[in-house]
């Protein structure tokens, strides 16, 4: 085989796989929308997670702190990392259920 029709048959090769990629991402797509919905809250609620369990610590519980400087350290030392994420992970079994709602309403 000359060089030409190895490289021919490599892109004929890429274009199958192209196009097989396409249609089962078209018949998988609400699984890759829930999917894609989870791995976002997951990364979102790892930033958010400590400013979240602060701030409702100083809704629900008066005299706990008042401000995120004073009330993240609390919670760190009381009951650590997992005061913080405790509450989270229900908000992302939540946001991806609503997102797949949503892509299977549209």
Not at 12 to 30: F, G, H, K, S
Not at 40 to 68: N, S, Y
Not at 74 to 99: D, F, M, P, T
């Amino acid at each position: 085989m000359s060089l030409s029709t190895k490289s021919r048959v490599c892109e004929v090769l890429i274009e199958r796989i192209y196009v097989v990629i396409q249609e089962n991402a078209y018949l998988w797509r609400t699984s890759l929308y829930l999917a894609a919905s989870a791995s976002a809250e997951f990364f979102a609620d790892i930033a958010l997670c400590p400013m979240e369990a602060v701030k409702v610590r100083i809704q629900t519980q008066p005299g706990f702190a008042t401000t995120l400087r004073e009330g993240a350290p609390k919670i760190l030392h009381g009951e650590g990392w997992w005061g913080y994420v405790q509450a989270e992970l229900w908000s992302i079994v939540c946001s991806a259920i609503q997102q797949m709602a949503f892509k299977a309403v549209n």
